[in-house]
Nanobody, 120 residues
Framework: VQLQASGGGLVQAGGSLRLSCVAS????????MGWFRQAPGKERQFVAA????????WYADSVKGRFTVSGDNAKNMVYLQMNSLKLEDSAVYYC??????????????WGQGTQVTVSS
């Protein structure tokens, strides 16, 4: 499975961005998907996860109510809609495949990351 994340950019605090993750290779919908982020000098942090089975979702407490993860099986795409962005949301965002758990070690495939910068 090859993953490619996109949609990052510079946005003012309070604004919105939508990240996309496209997959190729093995059947995409066999694997739960996760979004992580990593700020400079910090560990990679779980953001959200999505299961194709019943479209179940999981979120980190820090993004609940602001971020929404969704998937489009026909397009092999997973999205992360980010609203009410805060300065502390600035990071490189990664999509990953293979689990819905919060630890990065459970994920087998990773995209290359897309930078999100929130300015004041």
């Amino acid at each position: 499975v090859q993953l490619q994340a996109s949609g990052g950019g510079l946005v003012q605090a309070g604004g919105s961005l939508r990240l996309s993750c496209v997959a190729s290779g093995r059947t995409f919908s066999e694997n739960d998907m996760g979004w992580f982020r990593q700020a400079p000098g910090k560990e990679r942090q779980f953001v959200a996860a999505f299961s194709w089975s019943g479209s179940t979702t999981w979120y980190a407490d820090s993004v609940k109510g602001r971020f929404t993860v969704s998937g489009d099986n026909a397009k092999n795409m997973v999205y992360l809609q980010m609203n009410s962005l805060k300065l502390e949301d600035s990071a490189v965002y990664y999509c990953a495949s293979g689990s819905h758990r919060q630890s990065p070690s459970f994920y087998k495939y990773w995209g290359q990351g897309t930078q999100v910068t929130v300015s004041s």
